[in-house]
């Protein structure tokens, strides 16, 4: 008994001290970093007393990037911006060359290859993508089989508030990220679940299922999340916009209509992506006419590389006829005013107004940006089932 007591009190001490080794009791001063003060600008911090220069690099800087950080006598560097508008911003410290992540801030996100730290400056659209205390929708990570492309696969799909208590059934968005991306593109970068979460609440946007897949055939899942295990992931994979994907979009379609409640019918079926998900959102929609009502193109990609040779990219004039004489209820185009995509985007218009078909188009500043998908979900989103 007594060498029980014994032995409990030891465990109790060690257990202590290895607390304590987390704390800060050498009373060094906390470092917050970055810090969104009340003119909306933002301070950033970082201890490297020993480095001999420090460079902030986000896209709140604009076109001023990288810019200096400020030295101190205690080895602290730091940077205040000038007021920016309300977003979502990325940033990088580079020391001595070396871009490294912000050791005082958990927050960070994946992009393709690249991790990043964020912040997100509250007001405006911003407040769109923040965790409001509002009923909240339930994200998923599911496999399905893949016949034509023989694997299982893995898709994110949000469900909205109210699903798993309900039988009601649902609209589908089917949601396409963009080159390099994966199934977890939307949710992390997009902000996907907070801004249908945030705009079903307030009744802007019809409550639906949003259906977020792997745009990349040659995956089975996000890198490190399937057998393959953990690669340095990269823009462009075998079958990248050769027409296997929308050759074998219809697998997703099928385990959708089969695994949740929805209206299985074209009015209650909407696509949209960005970039090669909008170059996907185009030709799926195309391929497949009497699918899809509403049609999203977010700075799409347009014609098929030369090389590719699939049925999917045949008799295109014909086809596109074909789906706009069934009578879409929303075909939307928006694409920032310096984005590359710019001129193949305009001829793309310029070949719909030819044809005398309607389209919404919205044009924004900035270019390739997930800030501006991010305010093109948002917009489009709220035309969606009415």
């Given at each position: 008994?007594?060498?029980?007591?014994?032995?409990?009190?030891?465990?109790?001490?060690?257990?202590?001290?290895?607390?304590?080794?987390?704390?800060?009791?050498?009373?060094?001063?906390?470092?917050?970093?970055?810090?969104?003060?009340s003119d909306k600008s933002i301070t950033f911090r970082l201890m490297a007393p020993g480095a001999k220069k420090v460079e902030l690099q986000g896209d709140m800087l604009g076109h001023n990037n990288p810019v200096p950080m400020n030295k101190q006598d205690d080895g602290l560097w730091t940077y205040t911006t000038p007021p920016v508008k309300p977003e979502l911003y990325s940033y990088s410290f580079i020391v001595d060359g070396l871009k490294i992540r912000d050791a005082n801030n958990v927050y960070q996100i994946r992009d393709v290859a690249s991790v990043v730290n964020v912040v997100i400056v509250?007001?405006?659209?911003?407040?769109?993508?923040?965790?409001?205390?509002v009923?909240?929708?339930?994200?998923?990570?599911?496999?399905?089989?893949?016949?034509?492309?023989?694997?299982?696969?893995?898709?994110?799909?949000?469900?909205?508030p109210g699903y798993e208590e309900g039988k009601n059934k649902y609209p589908v968005l089917y949601l396409l990220h963009g080159m390099g991306g994966d199934e977890e593109a939307w949710l992390a970068l997009g902000r996907t679940a907070q801004i249908l979460d945030n705009l079903i609440a307030?009744?802007?946007?019809?409550?639906?299922?949003?259906?977020?897949?792997?745009?990349?055939v040659a995956q089975g899942a996000a890198p490190g999340e399937d057998s393959k295990g953990m690669y340095k992931p990269t823009m462009q994979l075998p079958h990248t916009m050769d027409g296997k994907m929308e050759e074998t979009?219809?697998?997703?379609?099928?385990?959708?209509?089969?695994?949740?409640?929805?209206?299985?019918?074209?009015?209650?079926?909407?696509?949209?992506?960005?970039?090669?998900?909008?170059?996907?959102?185009?030709?799926?929609?195309?391929?497949?006419?009497?699918?899809?009502?509403?049609?999203?193109?977010?700075?799409p990609a347009?014609?098929?590389?030369?090389?590719?040779?699939?049925?999917?990219?045949?008799?295109?004039?014909?086809?596109?006829?074909?789906?706009?004489?069934?009578?879409?209820?929303l075909y939307w185009i928006g694409i920032g005013k310096?984005?590359?995509?710019?001129?193949?985007?305009?001829?793309?218009?310029?070949?719909?107004?030819?044809?005398?078909?309607?389209?919404?188009?919205?044009?924004?500043?900035?270019?390739?940006?997930?800030?501006?998908?991010?305010?093109?979900?948002?917009?489009f989103s709220q035309q969606l089932f009415k």
């Open positions: 008994m007594l060498k029980k007591l014994l032995f409990a009190m030891l465990l109790c001490t060690l257990l202590q001290v290895q607390a304590q080794e987390n704390l800060n009791f050498n009373n060094n001063k906390e470092i917050t970093s970055p810090e969104i003060n509250p007001g405006g659209k911003a407040e769109n993508y923040l965790v409001k205390d009923p909240h929708g339930t994200v998923s990570k599911r496999w399905y089989k893949s016949p034509g492309n023989e694997k299982n696969r893995r898709i994110s799909i949000y469900t909205p307030q009744g802007k946007a019809k409550p639906m299922i949003v259906v977020m897949p792997n745009g990349n979009f219809m697998d997703i379609v099928k385990f959708i209509e089969v695994s949740y409640r929805v209206n299985a019918n074209q009015a209650n079926r909407a696509i949209a992506g960005l970039s090669m998900g909008g170059f996907h959102s185009l030709h799926i929609s195309r391929f497949y006419p009497k699918t899809f009502d509403y049609v999203g193109l977010f700075s347009i014609m098929a590389f030369s090389k590719t040779t699939s049925p999917v990219y045949e008799n295109f004039d014909v086809t596109l006829k074909k789906q706009f004489s069934n009578g879409l209820k310096t984005d590359f995509l710019y001129k193949s985007v305009a001829d793309y218009r310029k070949k719909l107004d030819e044809y005398g078909v309607k389209y919404t188009y919205s044009e924004s500043e900035g270019g390739h940006t997930w800030s501006n998908w991010r305010d093109y979900l948002v917009n």
